[in-house]
């Protein structure tokens, strides 16, 4: 880092915070040589540094500093960067206060009442759930954000906070950093607001107008002086009509600031917080110049009989190019007496940086600009500096475990007289400006102040160095006060998480068990099953009922007689198997997979009915109009395998056994017979042009000798029936075949 112009600033305990502001860097490279210097805008971040930490103020800054990241990686108009402003802040928490933004269109501005605060420490009712981090407050009526360069002082051990004068719009409105002139703040603020931070999240804001006879400034000090009831305020230094609140200010501004500017150094203003009354005092002694944009500190002697006020830096508000300051004065109260401290050299100075007193004797100085030559120039020494308050000499280390307690300068006490330890005789001024003024210093502050040094010292690790970004060194642990477990909410997440997708999980099973229901009704609760059992048998009866179990040569012996296949084709009835349910109601039905049987040589004839050859050659000429058909008509039934459908060649009629032999028994066949010409619909069939009797049902086939290897069958009448002798038999391909007589096959 190489500047950091007009952060603000406050101390939680051990810590300080810093936000907004300019900050510079200056690029290294591995050789050693820098480039040349960057100005980005850090909006997401605010700095901490913990005195615990031991550094070297020729260290490089981004070392020693810590970053917490004000919107949790997510971009948002809530914590912008502010460019000076204040932070409000007791012992546990701070509030963002003030300042301006960037002049650009490309963010939308947060309301005038909006506020940032970020709780570190819980106080005040206990809470069962709580976290450190970041929370947006809101401002009352009366009290806006739209103010800046004011002077801001926090009191821990009130919980108070203020802010004084200042500048803002004329018309109250959103004030910008130089750039378009309609936001810029060029109205002197006369208004004194405080806030209470007694109770947490119930912080109350206040607004009250300062009186005619203490002017109003910009960029002035406000320090808290531990005296009288609730301590007293002492305003300190600032000028009116400052040079950035101007594009180009004129010589009349220039002019009127040069004059009255430099009083706000030799009258100070005080305000007693307890009566909310101001007075006003004159100083004496080596009365610094009129100065703006320097720090503050206060360092009371042991016995209370002094209050040393510490100031630093600064530069005139006059023109940016004057140098800024690097002398160190003191006012001593309550004798009002001005004593400079150190001189300082005009490359070392600096202005727009912020101090705090880190122990009794030392003054940490962080940021600020330098002496601007040209547009990029670095602090001399370093962002960090530490002045030691004892001795008034600037120190190259900070070491936590290494300081003292405050002992009065010699340059003070030989004005106002007394030792190290206190034991001041100059107590008051050489007149008061008001005789009210005097007793509120000598009644002492009774309020438990509460010191939070020494610190424990703590190296750096290796890790904090490299990764100085790490949030979770920057946010502390929640209070241990706290009665809940901290395994609780993970666990709690973890069950509800549990919950919730179960209860998804029935709702889904729910919905698709109405939809089920709704798509078949009859499918109740108590009839689901048989309705089941319904859906599996209507699939298995969607079968043809003239399909029966295929029987080959393989599976039955050659002695068994035809009459035992045709018995267990009507009646055995096929085992029926648990069925997996359908995803929908169409029924298909199975494809033939039955094997297809090939007739017997002529050595070993058999008989079969000839109604089956009929209703073989009828079910090839139509469609099927079985009731147990598949309802999917317009696919095409698997064909089978054969060869091309012959006329009396049938090989689909399972219940003729091949292994039939002739001379076999005949009565069973004839009584098959009559069974299937009950069952044909038709009156009367012609075969191969003979002419079967029905009635009689005698006619049955006989196998006739093969031409071309092709076996056929003809209708044989018995003798009386008036049947041809020179019969024949249509085939496939047109040839025909010539048919013996009943008589010629007897012979």
Same mark, same amino acid.
């Given at each position: 880092?190489?500047?950091?112009?007009?952060?603000?600033?406050?101390?939680?305990?051990?810590?300080?915070?810093?936000?907004?502001?300019?900050?510079?860097?200056?690029?290294?490279?591995?050789?050693?040589?820098?480039?040349?210097?960057?100005?980005?805008?850090?909006?997401?971040?605010?700095?901490?540094?913990?005195?615990?930490?031991?550094?070297?103020?020729?260290?490089?800054?981004?070392?020693?500093?810590?970053?917490?990241?004000?919107?949790?990686?997510?971009?948002?108009?809530?914590?912008?960067?502010?460019?000076?402003?204040?932070?409000?802040?007791?012992?546990?928490?701070?509030?963002?206060?003030?300042?301006?933004?960037?002049?650009?269109?490309?963010?939308?501005?947060?309301?005038?009442?909006?506020?940032?605060?970020?709780?570190?420490?819980?106080?005040?009712?206990?809470?069962?759930?709580?976290?450190?981090?970041?929370?947006?407050?809101?401002?009352?009526?009366?009290?806006?954000?739209?103010?800046?360069?004011?002077?801001?002082?926090?009191?821990?051990?009130?919980?108070?906070?203020?802010?004084?004068?200042?500048?803002?719009?004329?018309?109250?409105?959103?004030?910008?950093?130089?750039?378009?002139?309609?936001?810029?703040?060029?109205?002197?603020?006369?208004?004194?607001?405080?806030?209470?931070?007694?109770?947490?999240?119930?912080?109350?804001?206040?607004?009250? $107008?300062?009186?005619?006879?203490?002017?109003?400034?910009?960029?002035? +000090?406000?320090?808290?002086?531990?005296?009288?009831?609730?301590?007293?305020?002492?305003?300190?230094?600032? @000028?009116?009509?400052?040079?950035?609140?101007?594009?180009?200010?004129?010589?009349?501004?220039?002019?009127?600031?040069?004059?009255?500017?430099?009083?706000?150094?030799?009258?100070?203003?005080?305000?007693?917080?307890?009566?909310?009354?101001?007075?006003?005092?004159?100083?004496?002694?080596?009365?610094?110049?009129?100065?703006?944009?320097?720090?503050?500190?206060?360092?009371?002697?042991?016995?209370?009989?002094?209050?040393?006020?510490?100031?630093?830096?600064?530069?005139?508000?006059?023109?940016?190019?004057?140098?800024?300051?690097?002398?160190?004065?003191?006012?001593?109260?309550?004798?009002?007496?001005?004593?400079?401290?150190?001189?300082?050299?005009?490359?070392?100075?600096?202005?727009?940086?912020?101090?705090?007193?880190?122990?009794?004797?030392?003054?940490? @100085?962080?940021?600020?600009?330098?002496?601007?030559?040209?547009?990029?120039?670095?602090?001399?020494?370093?962002?960090?500096?530490?002045?030691?308050?004892?001795?008034?000499?600037?120190?190259? +280390?900070?070491?936590?475990?290494?300081?003292?307690?405050?002992?009065?300068?010699?340059?003070?006490?030989?004005?106002?007289?007394?030792?190290?330890?206190?034991?001041? $005789?100059?107590?008051?001024?050489?007149?008061?400006?008001?005789?009210?003024?005097?007793?509120?210093?000598?009644?002492?502050?009774?309020?438990?102040?509460?010191?939070?040094?020494?610190?424990?010292?703590?190296?750096?690790?290796?890790?904090d160095i490299a990764n100085p970004t790490r949030i979770s060194t920057a946010i502390p642990v929640p209070s241990s006060r706290s009665s809940v477990p901290s395994w609780v909410a993970p666990v709690l997440g973890t069950v509800l998480g549990l919950v919730f997708v179960c209860t998804l999980l029935s709702c889904f099973v729910l919905w698709r068990r109405r939809k089920y229901l709704r798509r078949f009704p009859d499918a109740s609760e108590a009839g689901s099953s048989s309705f089941n059992r319904h859906r599996v048998m209507t699939w298995v009866q969607g079968?043809?009922?003239?399909?029966?179990?295929?029987?080959?040569?393989?599976?039955?012996?050659?002695?068994?007689?035809?009459?035992?296949?045709?018995?267990?084709?009507?009646?055995? +009835?096929?085992?029926?198997?648990?069925?997996?349910?359908?995803?929908?109601?169409?029924?298909?039905?199975?494809?033939?997979?039955?094997?297809?049987?090939?007739?017997?040589?002529?050595?070993?004839?058999?008989?079969?009915?000839?109604?089956?050859?009929?209703?073989?050659?009828?079910?090839?000429?139509?469609?099927?109009?079985s009731p147990h058909a598949s309802p999917d008509r317009g696919i095409p039934r698997p064909e089978s395998p054969t060869t091309d459908y012959v006329p009396g060649h049938t090989r689909n009629v399972s219940s003729l056994d091949t292994n039939d032999v002739p001379g076999s028994p005949t009565s069973n066949v004839t009584a098959d017979i009559e069974e299937e010409h009950e069952d044909d619909d038709s009156d009367d069939s012609t075969m191969a042009g003979s002419e079967v009797d029905a009635a009689e049902g005698q006619s049955v086939l006989s196998p006739v000798?093969?031409?071309?290897?092709?076996?056929?069958?003809?209708?044989?009448?018995?003798?009386?029936?008036?049947?041809?002798?020179?019969? $024949?038999?249509?085939?496939?391909?047109?040839?025909?075949?010539?048919?013996?007589?009943?008589?010629?096959?007897?012979?």
């Amino acid at each position: 880092m190489c500047w950091w112009q007009l952060p603000r600033a406050a101390v939680i305990r051990d810590t300080l915070y810093l936000d907004g502001g300019y900050i510079g860097y200056l690029p290294g490279f591995a050789d050693g040589s820098s480039g040349a210097p960057e100005q980005p805008q850090d909006e997401e971040f605010l700095y901490s540094i913990n005195f615990t930490q031991p550094f070297r103020t020729s260290q490089n800054a981004s070392d020693i500093f810590r970053r917490v990241d004000k919107t949790a990686g997510a971009a948002n108009n809530l914590a912008p960067n502010y460019i000076d402003g204040a932070m409000f802040a007791n012992d546990n928490e701070f509030y963002l206060y003030g300042g301006l933004l960037r002049d650009t269109d490309s963010l939308r501005p947060p309301p005038a009442t909006s506020v940032l605060g970020y709780e570190r420490y819980q106080y005040g009712p206990e809470r069962a759930s709580w976290d450190p981090g970041f929370y947006n407050g809101e401002l009352p009526e009366g009290v806006s954000r739209y103010i800046t360069a004011g002077a801001a002082v926090n009191i821990p051990s009130e919980n108070l906070g203020f802010y004084f004068s200042g500048m803002k719009r004329k018309d109250g409105g959103d004030i910008r950093t130089s750039g378009r002139q309609q936001y810029n703040a060029t109205a002197v603020s006369d208004s004194l607001i405080a806030i209470d931070m007694a109770t947490m999240r119930e912080e109350n804001w206040s607004n009250d $107008t300062l009186p005619d006879d203490i002017p109003g400034r910009a960029n002035g +000090e406000l320090v808290w002086i531990p005296s009288s009831d609730r301590g007293l305020l002492v305003a300190i230094g600032g @000028v009116i009509n400052p040079e950035w609140a101007y594009r180009l200010p004129s010589e009349a501004l220039t002019s009127k600031s040069e004059d009255e500017s430099p009083g706000f150094m030799k009258t100070v203003s005080v305000y007693d917080i307890r009566s909310k009354k101001w007075y006003k005092q004159e100083t004496s002694g080596d009365t610094p110049p009129q100065l703006t944009r320097f720090c503050s500190v206060v360092a009371t002697a042991e016995d209370s009989s002094s209050h040393n006020i510490y100031i630093y830096g600064g530069y005139d508000g006059l023109d940016e190019l004057n140098p800024p300051s690097d002398d160190v004065y003191i006012l001593s109260l309550p004798s009002f007496t001005w004593v400079k401290a150190k001189e300082g050299t005009k490359e070392h100075g600096r202005r727009e940086h912020r101090c705090t007193r880190v122990y009794p004797d030392q003054m940490l @100085v962080v940021g600020g600009q330098a002496l601007q030559l040209d547009d990029f120039t670095c602090l001399d020494g370093g962002l960090i500096q530490i002045f030691n308050l004892n001795t008034l000499e600037w120190q190259e +280390e900070y070491d936590p475990s290494v300081w003292e307690e405050y002992k009065v300068p010699d340059v003070v006490t030989a004005k106002i007289g007394g030792n190290a330890e206190g034991g001041a $005789t100059s107590l008051e001024p050489s007149s008061w400006d008001d005789d009210a003024l005097g007793p509120l210093f000598t009644r002492k502050y009774t309020k438990t102040i509460t010191n939070h040094y020494p610190y424990a010292s703590v190296s750096a690790s290796p890790t904090d160095i490299a990764n100085p970004t790490r949030i979770s060194t920057a946010i502390p642990v929640p209070s241990s006060r706290s009665s809940v477990p901290s395994w609780v909410a993970p666990v709690l997440g973890t069950v509800l998480g549990l919950v919730f997708v179960c209860t998804l999980l029935s709702c889904f099973v729910l919905w698709r068990r109405r939809k089920y229901l709704r798509r078949f009704p009859d499918a109740s609760e108590a009839g689901s099953s048989s309705f089941n059992r319904h859906r599996v048998m209507t699939w298995v009866q969607g079968t043809p009922p003239t399909k029966a179990p295929t029987v080959t040569s393989d599976d039955q012996p050659a002695s068994e007689s035809a009459n035992t296949a045709v018995a267990s084709q009507s009646t055995e +009835e096929p085992k029926l198997t648990e069925v997996q349910e359908l995803p929908a109601p169409l029924i298909h039905e199975m494809p033939d997979t039955s094997t297809v049987t090939e007739l017997p040589p002529e050595s070993m004839h058999g008989f079969a009915p000839i109604a089956a050859v009929h209703a073989s050659k009828q079910r090839s000429r139509k469609p099927s109009t079985s009731p147990h058909a598949s309802p999917d008509r317009g696919i095409p039934r698997p064909e089978s395998p054969t060869t091309d459908y012959v006329p009396g060649h049938t090989r689909n009629v399972s219940s003729l056994d091949t292994n039939d032999v002739p001379g076999s028994p005949t009565s069973n066949v004839t009584a098959d017979i009559e069974e299937e010409h009950e069952d044909d619909d038709s009156d009367d069939s012609t075969m191969a042009g003979s002419e079967v009797d029905a009635a009689e049902g005698q006619s049955v086939l006989s196998p006739v000798s093969p031409e071309d290897g092709i076996h056929s069958f003809a209708a044989l009448s018995p003798p009386g029936h008036g049947g041809a002798e020179n019969r $024949t038999t249509g085939a496939a391909d047109g040839r025909t075949r010539r048919q013996s007589s009943f008589g010629e096959l007897l012979d």
